[in-house]
T-cell receptor, first 116, second 113 residues
Framework: DTEVTQTPKHLVMGMTNKKSLKCEQH?????MYWYKQKAKKPPELMFV???????INESVPSRFSPECPNSSLLNLHLHALQPEDSALYLC???????????????FGQGTRLTVV | GEDVEQSLFLSVREGDSSVINCTYT??????LYWYKQEPGAGLQLLTY?????DMKQDQRLTVLLNKKDKHLSLRIADTQTGDSAIYFC?????????????FGAGTRLAVHP
């Protein structure tokens, strides 16, 4: 099983709503990631979790709140988003190594978020 | 600094070979990757190459690495319409933390009959 599963596939939310994106993997990967991808652009890293602890936050606004409740699950809680936050949100996971070895990342299909 | 550059668009005829080029800046990168993204979909890892290799072949895919020039290329033999997608090269520079995948802008490959 090399699958990363994201739900929901599509989400439309108002600027006052609170919603959550979910990501799940059962590959035993101890690194999990959130990326944001705007149309016609490459993915941009938002957060990295290593061993269920936040290890990288790329200066993401606090209206995005990640959570890693266990080694298989990664959530992204959304609150008071802006229309410019509309994008494809991608989750990924990889093996952790300590020496920069191959940490090929497996991506989910993404959640297409529209903020109205 | 961390920067990965790609040409933005490539158009090829079905059955021809496609060559997608990429340059990267961080020589500390141990592995370099090629991802494929079809419209509305996530990223699919196509192949990767270890930095001490010059070439890697995997069925229709050939990856060439020129570490001196920091140049990476992906050749797709016998290109098919199903190969139409955006192709991203990516690196994990040690300077950026070994978990931080840096993507190029992506090359949109269009395959026509």
């Amino acid at each position: 099983d090399t699958e990363v599963t994201q739900t929901p596939k599509h989400l439309v939310m108002g600027m006052t709503n609170k919603k959550s994106l979910k990501c799940e993997q059962h590959m035993g990967h101890r690194a999990m990631y959130w990326y944001k991808q705007k149309a016609k652009k490459p993915p941009e890293l938002m957060f990295v979790y290593s061993y269920e602890k936040l290890s990288i936050n790329e200066s993401v606004p606090s209206r995005f709140s990640p959570e890693c409740p266990n080694s298989s699950l990664l959530n992204l809680h959304l609150h008071a988003l802006q229309p410019e936050d509309s994008a494809l949100y991608l989750c990924a996971s990889s093996v952790l190594t300590g020496t920069g070895g191959n940490t090929e990342a497996f991506f989910g299909q993404g959640t297409r978020l529209t903020v109205v | 600094g961390e920067d990965v550059e790609q040409s933005l668009f490539l158009s090829v005829r079905e059955g021809d070979s496609s060559v997608i080029n990429c340059t990267y800046t961080d020589s500390s990168s141990t592995y370099l990757y090629w991802y494929k993204q079809e419209p509305g979909a996530g990223l699919q890892l196509l192949t990767y190459i270890f930095s001490n290799m010059d070439m890697k072949q995997d069925q229709r895919l050939t990856v060439l690495l020129n570490k001196k020039d920091k140049h990476l290329s992906l050749r797709i033999a016998d290109t098919q319409t199903g190969d139409s997608a955006i192709y991203f090269c990516a690196e994990i520079p040690l300077s950026g933390g070994y978990n931080k995948l840096i993507f190029g802008a992506g090359t949109r490959l269009a395959v026509h009959p």
